[in-house]
Structure formats: C-alpha cells, structure tokens
C-alpha cells in the first residue's frame, strides 16, 4: 500500500491530479463509505480554520475512521515549550494520517520529513494549500467541463495568498491564460512569475480592478487580504479594503463565468453578489468535502 505526503501540490503530478478529481467525483456520488475503519486521524490545526478542518474531519467521519487533534494549539504543550518536531514525533505513534495547518511557511515539509505516518498540508503560512487547490480545480472542472485553456484571474492579496500560489502551479498542466489583479504592495511575488514565464504561461498584470477584466475572465478568483501575515498593521488598513466586487461589475460578464472564492471573505465580494448564478464559492467549499475524501485515500493509498 503506497502512502505519501501531499506537502506542496508540486508533489502531485497531472495524473494525479486528474486521479484525486475523479475519486472526488466518486465521493461526490457517495461520500459514506466505510473505507477508513479502523483508521485514526489527526487534525493539528496552529492556525484558526473553519471549512479547511471540519470538511477533513467531515470527511474521516463519513469515511468510518476517527479524528484526534486541536483547534487553538493554546490548549497544547507547544504553550510549554514543546517543538514541532517532538509533537509530530508524539502524534505520529498515535495516528495514521497527519493533516496540519501551520503559521510557517515550510512546516509541513518538516513536519513530513520527521513523521512516520503521511502528512497532508492544510495551509502553510504564506506559501501552499493543496487541498484547497484540489476543491478549487474540482470546483472549475464542474463549472467549466474542461480544465484546460481557461482564462483565470486572481484578485486581491496576491503576495500572502497561499491559495493563489498553489492554484497558479496546478494550473501549469492546463494551459491557463492568468490575469493577477492586486496592488502594488499585494502583487504576485517574482518566484511565482518566474514558474510561468519558465513554462511559457502567458499572464497579465493589473492594479485596476475593472469591468474589462472581468469581461474576459472564465474564472474570477477572489481572495481576502491576509491580514495575520501583516507585521505592520498599519500596512494592512492601507490595502484592506482595496477591491470590492459588485453585482453590477458582472452585467456584461461572460456567461459560463464562475466566482471563486476560498473563504472566509472579509469585504471583497458584496452580498449583493451571493444571489447571481455566476456565484460559486459556497458550493466551491462543499466540493472541499470530497476533494478531501479522495485526497485522504489517495495518501493512504486506499482503493475505492
Ligand atoms: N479556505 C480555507 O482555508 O478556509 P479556512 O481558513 O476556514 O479553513
């Protein structure tokens, strides 16, 4: 039986990609199957989530298996004094899977490299979050039919987002046009840039967020400004609120346009837009639940 980590969605090839999508099709069909019994997982969540933890942990239970873990590491003896390394040593004796959410960029690598159970990333500092990714690829494969050769614009925190950086490289299989909407101080970090113009990726930078972006878009990707990365706060309420979009930004939207989301939005989709069929980031998040059903099987090398 094949077990790895998903650290980076760098980890995963096309195939596998394409594997996790139709396991999450599957899911989709029937998420309650018992494939996970006798199984136990933890959950370590050093940073607050919502969707990200209770889908994973929606998941194991609809699967038969069991979650161990912590939502407010306060509760920890990480507040003792206890390193990362020792509690991943600690709960690795103890589980079969390991899924965690970290305030560092990086900790998952390590954490994977130190346990011996596999290690499912759930949000890394700035830096991934595939499994986001795989609802999000879910999410535009269902509302596209098609993954490839799509016009897909990323707006907002561009710099602190982690979503955005791991959906740009999964992407890469799949021939994206990319238009990055973000202020100057929000922009697509270089390394990020580099990965597309080394792939021969075509993308297009903006700082104003306007109706002929839209316009063109198939894919509206919109993210929160990533308030917990800020050291100077002062920074954040300069950009907080720089883009809003509207309801009335869309009239002239293509129609097989779909709004992404990853949630929680703060002020950058009005309410207003929540009614508009092009809305999509509730049902985006309850993709999550399959997505990481398959992802769960799909690292414990479990055949459905
Ligand atoms: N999208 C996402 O990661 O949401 P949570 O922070 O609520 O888990």
């Avoid at 597309?196 to 839209?214: M, R």
């Amino acid at each position: 039986m094949k077990r790895e980590s998903l650290v980076s969605i760098t980890d995963y090839s096309k195939e596998d990609i394409l594997d996790v999508l139709e396991k999450a099709s599957q899911f989709e069909q029937n998420p309650n199957r018992r494939v996970l019994e006798g199984k136990v997982i933890a959950t370590l969540f050093f940073e607050p989530s919502t969707r990200t933890r209770l889908s994973f942990e929606t998941a194991v239970n609809r699967l038969g298996g069991r979650v161990i873990g912590f939502s407010d590491a306060s509760t920890t003896s990480s507040t003792k004094g206890e390193t990362l390394k020792d509690t991943i040593m600690m709960v690795s004796n103890y589980v079969d899977l390991i899924i965690m959410r970290h305030y560092l960029d990086g900790a998952a690598r390590y954490a994977s490299e130190i346990a011996s159970v596999p290690v499912v990333n759930a949000g890394d500092g700035a830096n991934q979050h595939p499994s986001q990714t795989m609802l999000d690829l879910y999410s535009i494969y269902k509302t596209q039919g098609r993954l490839e050769n799509l016009n897909i614009t990323m707006v907002g925190d561009l710099k602190y987002g982690r979503t955005v950086h791991s959906l740009l490289m999964a992407m890469s299989h799949f021939k994206p046009t990319f238009h990055f909407v973000a202020p100057e101080e929000l922009k697509m970090p270089e390394e990020y840039k580099l990965y597309c113009d080394s792939l021969h990726i075509p993308y297009v930078e903006h700082q104003d967020f306007t109706e002929e972006v839209i316009n063109q878009a198939d894919i509206l990707y919109m993210t929160r400004v990533q308030r917990e990365r800020f050291t100077d706060l002062m920074e954040y309420e300069k950009v907080k609120n720089v883009y809003t979009l509207h309801n009335q930004m869309l009239r002239d939207s293509k129609p097989n346009l779909r709004i992404l989301h990853p949630l929680p939005r703060v002020n950058e989709i009005s309410q207003d837009v929540d009614d508009n069929p092009k809305a999509y980031y509730f049902e985006q998040a309850k993709n999550g639940l399959y997505a990481r059903q398959a992802i769960i099987c799909k690292v414990l090398g479990i055949e459905i």
